[in-house]
Each structure stands twice: as C-alpha cells, then as structure tokens.
C-alpha cells in the first residue's frame, strides 16, 4: 500500500507567480489535511478536506490560498501570487475513512522556495 | 484552543544513554490524543508513539515511552538506549478526541532537536 504521495518534492517560484501543490492520500483514505512548516518551526494546521468538500479551513491564510479536494484525483493546495513569506515546507497527511481513526499518515512534503 | 509547548530547543545525548524531551499542553477537553513525531533530516513525518487521554497506563514502544500526567497536563518522551538514528527533531502533537470538524487537525509544538554522539 503506497503511503501519501506529494509533488514535486521542491519547488521554485518567483514572487508574484502561483504555485500548485499536489497530494494523493493512501490507498481509501478519504480525509485530506495540509499543514505548514516555517524553518526552525513546527507544523501549522492549514486546511482538513473530505472528498469535494472542505470542513476546516481555518488556519488558511484569507487570501492567495485555497484549497480542494475533487471527487477524483488529488488534493491540490493552490498559492496564488507567492511572496517570500510563502517560502516554507507543505506537508499533506491523510486518514481513513472510519470517523474513530485518530493516527494521520504524512506525506513527504513540497518544498517552496519563492525567489 | 489548544497550545503544545515544548521547553527545549535542542537536546544532546550519548549513544547508548538516555534522553527525555519534555511536553505541556493547554486544553479544556477531557478527551483527546497524544502523539510525539520524529522528523529526520528528509524530513518525513514518522509518528513514534501515541496516548490516549484516558488511558491511565503509559504508552511504550520499544526503546520509547512516555511519562503521560493528564493533571500536569505533560506529556513527555524517554528514549532509552539512543542510538545515532535517532538525531532528528521530534514534536508533540495534540488532537481533540471529537470526531467534529476542528477536533481533527493535529496541533504541533515547536520541536526539540535530539542530537546523538557517538
């Protein structure tokens, strides 16, 4: 069973340009969340997504960032307009579909470097 | 909401001996997770152990335990017998046992870097 799938593994943008960040979730894992890493810090909850739609979003930014999770395909977590603040690691976890599961399965992150 | 603090920034041990990283939290809830992550220098998240709150017995996986004090509200990890593939930082993570929409984010403390000598 592959674990959480997450590309690119690094990406480069320039400020004012918008970055995509994929993940696919394990193998019947319904549940979606995406989470930030600023350097030396620890993971900030962004978004939780089930399939098409979004149940938590309150730790998005307000603007330039959203989130979805379509009924087929990966999660995409869409940063329009990238500044240097935006630089950090994006890490997408999942969960299966069964509400008492409580362990979430990391992926192994993007990398963004805005420039 | 809930806050994860972890006191130490970095902490060194010898191979072989052993190394406790310390934890508190902030919650109102009575029931919830306890988790403690490792993060290697590829940076991939690896959960190492969990507790669940109502569970009065520590939790322990092989060469990790952890000294779990619902009162204190502390949660911290012991690992016995380091090894050099242990260096890595390791967060604290804390999760509402409520299966509504905000109880299923994790939230992370700030980490503590374990560093292993030889």
């Known amino acids: 069973n592959a674990g959480v799938m997450q590309n690119p593994r690094h990406l480069v943008r320039r400020r004012g340009q918008e970055a995509r960040l994929r993940c696919s979730p394990m193998k019947g894992h319904s549940h979606v969340y995406w989470y930030r890493q600023l350097p030396e810090e620890g993971l900030k909850f962004m978004v939780y997504?089930?399939?098409?739609?979004?149940?938590?979003e309150s730790g998005m930014p307000k603007e330039r960032f959203s989130a979805e999770f379509p009924k087929e395909g990966p999660s995409i977590l869409r940063i329009q307009q990238v500044v240097r603040g935006d630089s950090a690691a994006y890490f997408c976890a999942s969960s299966p579909t069964t509400a008492s599961s409580y362990e979430q399965y990391f992926g192994p992150g993007t990398r963004l470097t805005v420039t | 909401a809930q806050t994860v603090t972890q006191s130490q920034p970095e902490m060194s041990v010898q191979e072989a001996e052993t190394v406790t990283l310390s934890c508190t939290y902030d919650t109102s809830e009575s029931d919830y997770y306890l988790f403690w992550y490792k993060q290697p220098p590829s940076r991939q998240m690896i959960l190492v152990i969990r507790q669940e709150a109502y569970k009065q017995q520590n939790a322990t996986e092989n060469r990790f335990s952890v000294n779990f004090q619902k009162a204190a509200k502390s949660f911290s990890l012991k690992i016995s017998d380091s090894q050099l593939g242990d260096a890595a930082m390791y967060f604290c993570a804390y999760r509402s046992a409520f299966s509504r929409a905000a109880g299923n984010k994790l939230t992370f403390g700030g980490g503590t870097r374990v560093l292993v000598k030889p």
């Open positions: 997504l089930q399939k098409e739609n979004i149940i938590d």
